[in-house]
T-cell receptor, first 115, second 112 residues
Framework: GEDVEQSLFLSVREGDSSVINCTYTDSSSTYLYWYKQEPGAGLQLLTYIFSNMDMKQDQRLTVLLNKKDKHLSLRIADTQTGDSAIYFCAEALNAGGTSYGKLTFGQGTILTVHP | NAGVTQTPKFQVLKTGQSMTLQCAQDMNHNSMYWYRQDPGMGLRLIYYSASEGTTDKGEVPNGYNVSRLNKREFSLRLESAAPSQTSVYFC???????????FGQGTRLTVV
């Protein structure tokens, strides 16, 4: 079955880069996602990467995908206190043409940014 | 531009009581989902509806029932609430050709 693992905590200083790591087990995954959750709020999609890509950059965010090791990372450049939140990685399986809302989530990484 | 709307936002139930969590989306999506979020466990899929008129079990369906009332609405029912169902519940919707799922703001449920 599918399993997605993340480390639970990350603490960085404001202005530094943050790197959040994720491993997954299902090699048939199509899309891999990074979601952000602020306290008491829902999930906000940050970025995603298709499984045939190695890297995707979107402003301060860089996603790296190592398919051989089934490893996904999210790098946040110039981390700000407003980036403090829980970050979830998630994988969507190729469900035969149905939509990509059937997701397996990691446990979430709590990012704390210190001034 | 509401997106996915969940009601209520907060609820406290006594053990054994029943209730229905409501979810509606205004994006004309075919697929809808119910997840629960527990500390240290991420989100887990309870039930989903790939299209109007169909529902399927997810990873943790025990103790829940769902109804896809129409294309817009997908409800989650707890027939006899248990403390283990204390959680934050999220509804989501998506569709073919859309690479992401859109989530509601969540319902925080406490069963005492």
């Amino acid at each position: 079955g599918e399993d997605v693992e993340q480390s639970l905590f990350l603490s960085v200083r404001e202005g530094d880069s943050s790197v959040i790591n994720c491993t997954y087990t299902d090699s048939s995954s199509t899309y891999l996602y990074w979601y952000k959750q602020e306290p008491g709020a829902g999930l906000q999609l940050l970025t995603y990467i298709f499984s045939n890509m190695d890297m995707k950059q979107d402003q301060r965010l860089t996603v790296l995908l190592n398919k051989k090791d089934k490893h996904l990372s999210l790098r946040i450049a110039d981390t700000q206190t407003g980036d403090s939140a829980i970050y979830f990685c998630a994988e969507a399986l190729n469900a035969g043409g149905t939509s990509y809302g059937k997701l397996t989530f990691g446990q979430g990484t709590i990012l704390t940014v210190h001034p | 531009n509401a997106g996915v709307t969940q009601t209520p936002k907060f609820q406290v139930l006594k053990t054994g009581q029943s209730m229905t969590l409501q979810c509606a989306q205004d994006m004309n999506h075919n697929s809808m989902y119910w997840y629960r979020q527990d500390p240290g466990m991420g989100l887990r899929l309870i039930y989903y509806s790939a299209s109007e008129g169909t529902t399927d079990k997810g990873e943790v369906p025990n103790g829940y029932n769902v109804s896809r009332l129409n294309k817009r609405e997908f409800s989650l029912r707890l027939e006899s609430a248990a403390p283990s169902q204390t959680s934050v519940y999220f509804c989501a919707s998506s569709d073919r050709g859309i690479t992401e799922a859109f989530f509601g703001q969540g319902t925080r449920l406490t069963v005492v």
